[in-house]
T-cell receptor, first 112, second 110 residues
Framework: QQQVKQSPQSLIVQKGGISIINCAYE??????FPWYQQFPGKGPALLIA?????SEKKEGRFTISFNKSAKQFSLHIMDSQPGDSATYFC???????????FGQGTRLTINP | NAGVTQTPKFRVLKTGQSMTLLCAQD?????MYWYRQDPGMGLRLIHY???????AKGEVPDGYNVSRLKKQNFLLGLESAAPSQTSVYFC?????????FGPGTRLTVL
């Protein structure tokens, strides 16, 4: 119930392509869904977040798509660049919860 | 405004030695967290605190202790280090919703 399942574990995309990372959850009480980006040797940094009252949120080349009925959300990176190569984590939490539940992470590599 | 800082950045211990990792935040956040990150294991929560003077166990608390004597600081202690505690340790603090992470401490236990 508390798990967030993330896929794929690793992803290789050509420069200029679209990178898509998916997450699924079971707990319908989750109401906050952030994505974190982590470069090697650095701590995770908040990239973008969404609440279930909207189906999509876009910030630059990064878009979260949210499907409440399917209990899934995904990160789309448009026009992927080598500088986007990093590990991406999805996460979820419920209102009033003290902790975030993280997915296992996706290592994204953008080939030039 | 430094955000979340961690001390030290790197440390090598021998089995059985003890050490304390320090996390400091200047955002006046109530919630603070300690995670460990191992290859292929994602982020695993060790302990967390919901305010000064409080601590709680996460999913992998064994072998670690924590203290939150001041709101801005969260200490992670290893009383008797073991090779299985070789990892990268991240501290985080939480604002309204988002967690903000420190740069990490890479710990090797020989």
């Amino acid at each position: 119930q508390q798990q967030v399942k993330q896929s794929p574990q690793s992803l290789i995309v050509q420069k200029g392509g679209i990178s898509i990372i998916n997450c699924a959850y079971e707990n319908t009480a989750f109401d906050y869904f952030p994505w974190y980006q982590q470069f090697p040797g650095k701590g995770p940094a908040l990239l973008i977040a969404i609440r279930p009252d909207v189906s999509e949120k876009k910030e630059g080349r990064f878009t979260i798509s949210f499907n409440k009925s399917a209990k899934q959300f995904s990160l789309h990176i448009m026009d992927s660049q080598p500088g986007d190569s990093a590990t991406y984590f999805c996460a979820a939490s419920a209102q009033g919860a003290q902790k975030l539940v993280f997915g296992q992470g996706t290592r994204l590599t953008i080939n030039p | 405004n430094a955000g979340v800082t961690q001390t030290p950045k790197f440390r090598v211990l021998k089995t059985g030695q003890s050490m304390t990792l320090l996390c400091a935040q200047d955002m006046n956040h109530e919630y603070m967290y300690w995670y460990r990150q191992d290859p292929g294991m994602g982020l695993r929560l060790i302990h967390y605190s919901v305010g000064e003077g409080t601590t709680a166990k996460g999913e992998v608390p064994d072998g670690y202790n924590v203290s939150r004597l001041k709101k801005q600081n969260f200490l992670l202690g290893l009383e008797s280090a073991a090779p299985s505690q070789t990892s990268v340790y991240f501290c985080a603090s939480r604002g309204l919703h988002a967690q903000y992470f420190g740069p990490g401490t890479r710990l090797t236990v020989l």
